[in-house]
């Protein structure tokens, strides 16, 4: 079965950190970008992060940049999103899907996960 499956979501409290990882089941990472996708209760699914096949590019929304990292490990066939700085407007169910960085951020994908739960709380 081909499938990305994102783990790592958890409770954590202001200020701290969390790291997601992407596995991909069934097919290799290595021919696709991963990117990471964030939607809250109520609100419009976000496009977080990109990193391309190779880790040559990596691309950052405006609200994450400088506190979140995206890195990937073709080997383990799996990518990672570096979460720090964590504040309650981070808290979402973050997805990952596999595609072409410039496709992706306008939400076309190849395969898709189904999402890790993160809560920011005190």
């Known amino acids: 079965q081909l499938q990305l499956v994102e783990s790592g979501g958890g409770l954590v409290q202001p200020g701290g950190s969390l790291r997601l990882s992407c596995l991909a089941s069934?097919?290799?990472?290595?021919?696709?970008?991963i990117g990471w996708f964030r939607q809250a209760p109520g609100k419009e699914r976000d496009w977080v992060s990109c990193i391309s096949s190779r880790s040559s590019s990596k691309y950052y929304a405006d609200a994450v940049k400088g506190r979140f990292t995206i890195s990937r490990d073709n080997a383990k066939n799996t990518a990672y999103l570096q979460m720090n700085s964590l504040t309650p407007d981070d808290a979402a169910v973050y997805y990952c899907?596999?595609?072409?960085?410039?496709?992706?951020?306008?939400?076309?994908?190849?395969?898709w996960g189904q999402g890790t739960q993160v809560t920011v709380s005190s």
């Open positions: 069934g097919f290799t990472l290595d021919y696709y970008a």
């Open positions: 899907a596999a595609g072409d960085c410039e496709r992706l951020q306008y939400g076309l994908y190849d395969y």
